[in-house]
């Protein structure tokens, strides 16, 4: 991440993270220092400077000219610490509202990076069984360690993939998991691979990526909670299932 991005996240405005990114590069500086290293305007850098103080970042020394010093670079651990303890805070109320009635029948998930993430953090939570088409073309790691967590915990885990030599390094990857995977039977069921996944009979996505899709940022998912759905698209897998042959490397 831009380290600019990163110092505006512990709450800094982008002049502040110019001069204190600036004060971590030449340690120590005036501000006529700080003003040629970080391109700032005098007046801003004073500015910028001054509220620094104020937040407990930096410390002016007693010495002329003036220079100033970031006062504990450990204290950002703590500002991140304490922005991961909000976030938990937020994901813990998200996922336990009080009206929990509620369901995602349908949303849509708009790139394919964000259905990569979706289903990592959905597959931590999963009891039962995971069933579902990829690719397997990459390695995912967060991915590959959700499903291998998945069977540790007794997660019954199927996969059906296209199969393409240059992939085997990644096929690999995903066979160490744990997982029971099979090859797409493109004689029985066309040349597409369906991309689905099904999370223990009662959530199911359905990917439409390429070749209809050329942009993976353009890729669309159907995410739903409805059961009669994700029924309909486990009986289809497990028709693929009993129709494939074992991915063998």
Same mark, same amino acid.
Not at 41 to 65: D, M
Not at 126 to 149: G, H, M, T
Not at 233 to 244: D, G, I, Q
């Given at each position: 991440m831009d380290q600019i991005k990163l110092l505006k996240r512990f709450g800094l405005t982008e002049y502040e993270a110019r001069a204190y990114l600036s004060l971590a590069k030449i340690g ?5 220092? %700080? ?35 970031? +006062? *504990? ?35 849509? $998930? ?10 990592? +953090?959905? *597959? ?14 990459? $390695? @995912? ?5 959700? %499903? ?26 995903? @066979? ?21 996944? +099904?999370?223990?009979?009662? %959530?199911?996505? @359905?990917? $439409? ?29 497990? *028709?693929?299932?009993? *129709? ?6």
């Open positions: 120590p500086s005036s501000v006529r220092e %700080i003003v040629l290293d970080s391109k700032l305007p005098r007046n801003k850098a004073y500015e910028a400077l001054q509220r620094l103080e104020e937040k407990n970042k930096i410390v002016s020394l007693p010495i002329s000219p003036r220079k100033y010093k970031i +006062i *504990n670079p450990e204290l950002l651990k703590e500002d991140a610490q304490e922005i991961t303890n909000s976030v938990n805070e937020l994901i813990k109320m998200v996922e336990q509202p009080k009206n929990s009635e509620f369901k995602d029948l349908f949303i849509v $998930i708009k790139g394919k990076k964000a259905i990569e993430e979706k289903l990592a +953090i959905s *597959n931590t939570k999963v009891k039962k069984e995971i069933f579902s088409c990829n690719n397997l073309s990459k $390695i @995912l790691y967060k991915n590959i360690r959700a %499903i291998e967590d998945a069977v540790k915990r007794g997660v019954k885990v199927k996969m059906i993939c296209d199969f393409d030599e240059k992939n085997v390094e990644s096929y690999k990857e995903w @066979l160490s998991t744990g997982a029971d995977i099979r090859v797409f039977n493109k004689k029985m069921f066309g040349p597409l691979l369906p991309r689905i996944t +099904i999370l223990d009979g009662s %959530i199911a996505r @359905l990917t $439409i990526g390429s070749p209809e899709v050329k942009n993976e940022e353009e890729y669309i998912t159907l995410w739903t909670e409805s059961r009669a759905f994700s029924q309909m698209l486990r009986n289809h897998f497990l *028709n693929m299932w009993k *129709n494939s042959k074992p991915l063998v490397i």
